[in-house]
């Protein structure tokens, strides 16, 4: 297992994130919890640390208005495949296709990541999960901003909580930039080992830069044989 990058920010957040938990709880069971706003007490209750199944997290995301990006969706799209997945891939958010059908990774790249998973990996699509940092679609497919991450990473955390897989895959620079470190660079830092949440992450490239960049397959190929050998699947050598 490679070096992890450790990200003070992110501890802090996550370590603010259980005690407002906490005091979530007291209140639920008659406590006083300390002092707070009425407004800063409705942001506690978004937080949805207390899930423990995928349905009852989708419920509790609802008809999400959390961050700016609600306004431009046509879908919420929340994630698919087993809540026992061993490997959960994670991208950025959905693109148009996505937005539409309401489901991740069902355009060209999401093809192409079928193919990943199936042809190559030995797996069946319906036995990983796959979603993305952010729900909703950016306009234009920009990438999503700093303040809509942080609104639904949330949602991601407990998704990952939940499934609790061996292997996290990120797709591209926005999901591994939000997991790993704000400084995270995909040319340089893919293809190594790193940890989020105790789950092993391994970062590659988005399958939407494979279209663009076919020599790149190459290093794709590689980073799913690693996730293989990590997870004790049987390494073919040609996709
Ligand atoms: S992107 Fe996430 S936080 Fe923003 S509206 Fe959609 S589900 Fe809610």
Redesign the pocket.
Known sequence: MGSRVINPHEELKDIIGHLRNLMVMDREIGLDPPKLSPSSLDYLDTRPAHLSSLEDLRDF?GD????K??HG?TH?VFGEGSAKARLVFVGEGPGREEDLAGRPFVGEAGRLLSKIIENGMGLKREEVYICNV???RPPQNRDPEED?IE??LP?LKQQLRIISPEVICTLGRIPAQALLSREFRITRQRGQWYSFLDISVMPTYHPAYLLRNPAAKREVWADAQEIMRTMGLEVKRHV
């Open positions: 995301v999400c208005k959390r961050c990006l609600c969706r919420l952010v729900k909703c809509e609104a639904c949602f």
